[in-house]
């Protein structure tokens, strides 16, 4: 990776400060559970929509 130091000079990072750059774990897994749980939810939107609109239309239909 290249980064720009303070005097505006690039510089090429070698391996020791390469992982200053990634993401820790825990914060990884944090990140990961947090969208599981807006999938969940949306899922679970959508199906309560679908479980409750079909018997809308049903009943608007026969009149």
Not at 17 to 24: I, L
Request: glycine residues 4%; negative net charge; without cysteine.
């Amino acid at each position: 990776m290249i980064s720009i130091n303070d005097a505006g000079q690039l510089q090429q990072n070698n391996a020791q400060n390469f992982r200053e750059g990634m993401m820790p774990a825990d914060a990884l897994l944090v990140t990961v559970i947090v969208v599981a749980i807006f999938v969940v939810f949306g899922v679970t939107l959508a199906w309560a929509d679908r479980q409750t609109s079909s018997h809308r239309l049903d009943s608007d239909s026969k009149r």
